[in-house]
């Protein structure tokens, strides 16, 4: 018992001041004193969970009916194009039910070139060996594209990967905030922003799939079809909600003649009169075909359309040469800065739902922490009062064990950058609370053991010695239940369980080791002839 | 300075003379906490079913009609709405739309921009939404996490000490849990993640006590190989009461100051994990020490599998 090297005493130490060290950047963050701490000191600090630092947690998932359409779309311009080429083979329009392309070779003998090159454009699927769409033919000149459920599988991972990007630049557009965006389970991005004024604004920015189109205004459809959706063939019906001319819907036709993909740049600018708008510029392909298309259909109107709306639909008056134009439709200047932002950022391959949101505002925040420390500097000191009363000079070591017991534990969530949630206090709270638990151990088997008539050196080191099997399973329970949480948990709870997990661990340190040091120091320089304990 | 002892030296309780009375009477409440909640049903937060959350600070008080009405007049179903502390602070809950998944979020955003414009200078300070699909998966999350733990925690138990001592930790976890869901049954208490989390501290919060308990038993079993069993459980219990009610008592300190005067988002974690360390002591001593007696533990039994390589003169073993 009294075998404390002092080697040991040294490394103890070490630890406490290292413990103590380590916590000091998280006790005084968002203090002055922060400012005056040395800058070539330590200065990880434990990170505030975002319902103690205010902020926004979302919860994104992909819109598979969406994913799907969009699928369809992508692929229906990608036959199109193909059939087009040189030999080109003829075909009826394309057909996108059931969630399936068909469309029918007008002469027969064509059939099978047409089902090869249909085959050629699918891509086989690594590892699995399938093809992402399988191609047949019905009623002999019929061919059918049938997406695979491996296929949509990958491309859903593929489109979740691209919005995570998309996510980010449209948060962060300088890439400079500490934001969290990653994909979760195939479908779901998790977006945490750490204090958001505006939530709403966050979710527009990304609830906006920003595919910005333009094609051609149908001038030949019917109006009053068009008012019953229904459009000429190789055309389309879409909303027009702002349409000066009254009608709401407008037909447009099919062909996409050029699209945000080509985008370099997106700014919120203003139009002659003043009014918001977006000014895009195109890359050099884009700029040549806006300027083609443009060039062969002045005079008539150009359909701008994002999101499958049409925003406006103004006359080309002359040929836009430079890869410059300029979006106009009802925006206000938020409005068109979002929009600006979300074109610049690129379109989300999939429309993204927001199915859980947690946010909290930045004064919600402080003023948990503010509660929360208020409770913990009260409950430390009652138990500390309590093991005082009960446990004499023992208790004082207790009571050391457990201040040293708090510092590492903020040491070591620094350390490891973790996440202080507002569970998280309670954690520490309870940890307070149950930490002192093996030195109650320790002690009340050291009172017993004295009452057997045990001389006061054998006392104390049965006590530790008996104590220790008992903590060492007691302990072992918590940390199951703590793991079991934190793999379990989402956010706030995997904060309880993760200082829940750390404190076990330093408590052991500080309740059996540092104060057994600390008792073995006492008797050797003291020599007690009686313990009051 | 005199030391405070709560529990005097040579306390001699004999718990075990109410063994059949309190077993009996720990399973009927068990039974009837189980049945309570399956009647009565919890009050279960946005968690778990779904729904929205807005927490508002009005510039002036503002009546709890007053904002119901307008609220009502906006169709986003029937609120339910709580003062915070004072007439200026409020949490209203609505029921999770039916439709998309998206309902749900949409629901925030127009409470977000509608507070505001019908009481100016009020302030939006939290929101949350949790569509259908997403509060089925934290409700079996949390299901599965409890009964893992249980499971996790009884199976080593079973490892460290004897099959008998893991069946008794489970039985005293599902005993905890039970008395603790009735006890949100009962009160109505919100149930969200926070109180699925003090439930899993619970389950290793009474094993701790149990594992104390049990460890000071088996200690006994081998020092004292003639005792009866009973004696011997209650001696074990005898000496361990005294750490008993200290720990429990810190523990009750630490955590009625967080239920008194900490943040009101974590009351119900507090206060469940309070209660939980109550009913953990008592189980302890009442669940956890009669059930060895009913599963056959006696001196023996443990001594012949645990011991068996340590005899020397098989002989020598008591009979």
Same mark, same amino acid.
């Given at each position: 018992? #009294? ?48 319902? !103690? ?91 059918? !594209? ?92 879409? $909303?027009?909600?702002?349409? $000066? ?13 050029? +699209? ?115 409770? +913990? ?30 510092? #590492?534990? !903020? ?63 007691? *302990?072992?329970?918590?940390?199951? +239940?703590?793991?079991?949480?934190? &793999? ?25 080791? &540092? ?19 | ?15 075990? @003379?109410?063994? *059949? ?33 807005? @927490? ?55 409470? @977000? ?59 005293? #976890? ?45 200690? *006994? ?73 009913? !599963? ?24």
């Amino acid at each position: 018992m #009294l075998d404390f090297p002092r080697w040991k005493v040294w490394i103890v130490l070490l630890v406490v001041l290292a413990g103590v060290y380590l916590s000091i950047p998280s006790l005084i963050a968002g203090t002055p004193l922060a400012s005056r701490w040395p800058s070539y000191l330590v200065h990880s600090k434990i990170n505030l969970g975002l319902d !103690l630092a205010g902020g926004s947690h979302l919860l994104l998932e992909a819109d598979q009916r969406d994913a799907l359409k969009t699928r369809l779309q992508a692929k229906e311009d990608e036959i199109s194009t193909e059939l087009h080429r040189d030999p080109r083979i003829e075909v009826g329009d394309i057909s996108t039910a059931d969630g399936r392309l068909s469309f029918l070779v007008r002469d027969p003998t064509q059939v099978d070139a047409a089902v090869e090159r249909m085959r050629k454009l699918s891509q086989p699927l690594q590892l699995t060996g399938n093809r992402d769409w399988d191609v047949s033919v019905v009623d002999s000149a019929r061919v059918v !594209l049938t997406p695979t459920a491996a296929g949509t599988t990958q491309a859903l991972k593929d489109a979740m990967s691209v919005a995570r990007d998309v996510v980010r630049r449209r948060i962060d557009p300088s890439g400079t905030k500490e934001i969290t965006v990653i994909t979760e389970g195939g479908n779901r991005i998790l977006v945490e922003v750490p204090g958001v004024e505006d939530p709403e604004q966050l979710k527009r920015l990304i609830g906006q799939t920003a595919r910005l189109e333009f094609k051609l205004v149908d001038l030949e459809a019917n109006p009053q079809d068009v008012l019953q959706g229904r459009a000429p063939p190789g055309s389309e019906v879409l $909303p027009y909600p702002d349409n $000066p001319g009254g009608y709401p819907m407008i037909a447009v036709k099919r062909r996409v003649m050029v +699209s945000g993909d080509q985008l370099t740049n997106a700014q919120q600018g203003y139009n002659q009169d003043g009014a918001p708008a977006i000014d895009i510029t195109f890359n050099t392909a884009g700029a040549k075909r806006f300027g083609r298309v443009t060039q062969e259909n002045v005079g008539k109107p150009f359909a701008i359309i994002l999101d499958n709306r049409v925003l406006s639909a103004p006359n080309i008056n002359e040929p836009i040469l430079g890869g410059r134009a300029q979006i106009t439709g009802s925006f206000t200047v938020q409005s068109a800065h979002d929009l600006a932002v979300s074109l610049a950022s690129g379109k989300l391959p999939v429309k993204l739902n927001v199915i859980e949101e947690r946010t909290v505002s930045a004064e919600l925040g402080k003023d948990s922490i503010h509660k929360g420390v208020i409770a +913990s500097i009260i409950g430390t000191f009652g138990v500390i009062l309590f093991m005082l009363v009960t446990y004499g000079r023992f208790g004082v070591y207790a009571t050391i064990a457990l201040v040293v017991n708090g510092f #590492l534990i !903020l040491a070591v969530m620094a350390l490891f950058g973790a996440t202080l949630t507002l569970p998280g206090i309670a954690g520490f709270i309870l940890t307070i609370g149950a930490a002192v638990d093996a030195n109650v151990l320790i002690n009340e088997r050291i009172r017993e053991e004295i009452r057997r008539g045990r001389r006061l050196l054998d006392a104390v080191e049965t006590g530790y010695r008996e104590a220790f099997r008992a903590i060492f399973d007691a *302990n072992v329970t918590h940390v199951i +239940s703590a793991s079991i949480m934190a &793999f379990f948990g989402s956010g706030p709870v995997r904060g309880f369980a993760v200082v829940l997990l750390i404190g076990v661990v330093t408590s052991v340190f500080t309740a059996v080791y &540092f104060t057994r040091m600390l008792v073995a120091l006492w008797i050797r320089r003291t020599r007690p002839r009686e313990l009051h304990i | 300075m005199k030391l405070l002892k709560l529990v005097p030296d040579h306390t001699n309780i004999d718990f075990m @003379r109410w063994r *059949n009375i309190a077993v009996i009477l720990s399973t009927l409440l068990t039974v009837a906490s189980l049945a309570y909640t399956f009647y009565r049903g919890l009050n279960l937060g946005i968690d778990f079913v779904g729904g929205q959350v807005v @927490r508002a600070e009005f510039a002036r008080p503002v009546q709890i009609e007053n904002l119901r009405a307008r609220i009502d007049s906006m169709g986003v179903g029937e609120a339910s709405i709580q003062a915070l502390g004072n007439d200026r602070t409020y949490q209203i809950r609505l029921p999770r739309p039916s439709g998309p998944e998206t309902a749900a979020n949409q629901v925030v955003s127009k409470l @977000r921009v509608a507070i505001p414009q019908q009481f100016p200078g009020a302030r939006v300070d939290a929101g949350e939404s949790v569509s259908g699909k997403v509060s089925e998966e934290l409700a079996s999350e949390g299901a599965k996490a409890i009964i893992f733990a249980m499971l996790g925690i009884a199976i080593y138990i079973w490892l460290r000490f004897e099959w008998q001592f893991g069946v008794g930790a489970l039985l005293t #976890l599902a005993h905890d849990v039970s008395m603790t869901l009735g006890f949100f049954a009962f009160t109505q208490l919100q149930v969200d993640l926070n109180v699925v989390a003090a439930i899993l501290t619970i389950v290793g919060y009474s094993l701790n006590d149990t594992v104390v308990i049990y460890d000071r038993i088996r200690e *006994n079993l081998r020092k004292y190989r003639k005792m009866a069993i009973l004696p011997l459980l209650n001696l074990s219990l005898n000496e361990t009461l005294a750490r008993t009610v200290v720990t429990s008592l810190t523990v009750l300190i630490a955590l009625g100051v967080l239920m008194a005067i900490g943040p009101e988002v974590i009351f119900g974690l507090a206060i469940a994990i309070f209660l939980g360390v109550l009913i953990g002591t008592y189980s302890s001593i009442y669940i956890s020490a009669p059930v060895l007696v009913w !599963l056959g533990v006696t001196p023996d039994s443990f001594i012949r599998v645990d011991e068996k390589d340590d005899k020397t003169t098989p002989g020598a073993q008591p009979a």
